[in-house]
């Protein structure tokens, strides 16, 4: 007799958690959506034959005018200024030079690869090399700060030569 008050107890107990289960899962309470992960900021690629233009504000005299300074790009590893960066350095000049109020930040930057380390050295030998010919232009060196990033802050995201070739750069800022 203890046998069979155990099975129909179990027996009860099963339907009990059964009924449970199904109930629950038939809940008509709305259910909250799943939480989505974090998007990654919207990254704008260009390429880099296009330029980067900043507004400024020159002077309290005079009226704010868009300054457009264009980056220089640099091969693997590399430092040296092409001709091609050579070229966009002087136009870079001439809007300097033009107007002794703006003060400028170069930033070196620099592909994923190498060490943090390494990466933030050259960053810094390609931002100095860019204010350097800057100077030899007659751009006063006062004027310009330079800083280097060297992988953190990449323009294009990507493990390939796409992005990387982007990303070796020499960014120039107003400020």
Not at 46 to 58: G, I, L
Request: charged content about 25%; proline content about 5%; glycine content about 6%.
């Amino acid at each position: 007799m203890v046998l069979g008050k155990k099975r129909v107890t179990l027996s009860v107990l099963v339907i009990a958690v059964f009924l449970i289960m199904t109930l629950a899962a038939c809940s008509t309470t709305p259910k909250e959506p799943a939480a989505t992960p974090a998007q990654p900021a919207q990254v704008t690629d260009y390429t880099p034959s296009e330029k980067p233009v900043q507004a400024v504000a020159v002077g309290p005299t005079k009226p704010q005018v868009a300054v457009e300074l264009g980056d220089v790009f640099f091969a693997f590893d590399k430092f040296d200024l092409t001709a091609e960066s050579r070229a966009i350095l002087a136009k870079n000049a001439d809007v300097l030079l033009a107007d002794s109020d703006i003060m400028i930040t170069i930033e070196g930057h620099c592909d994923e690869r190498g060490t943090e380390e390494y990466n933030l050295g050259l960053g810094e030998r390609r931002a100095s090399s860019a204010r350097n010919y800057l100077v030899s232009l007659g751009v006063s060196a006062s004027r310009i700060k330079t800083i280097s990033y060297g992988e953190e802050r990449p323009f294009k995201w990507g493990s390939n030569e796409a992005a990387w070739s982007q990303n070796r750069r020499a960014h120039f800022v107003v400020r």
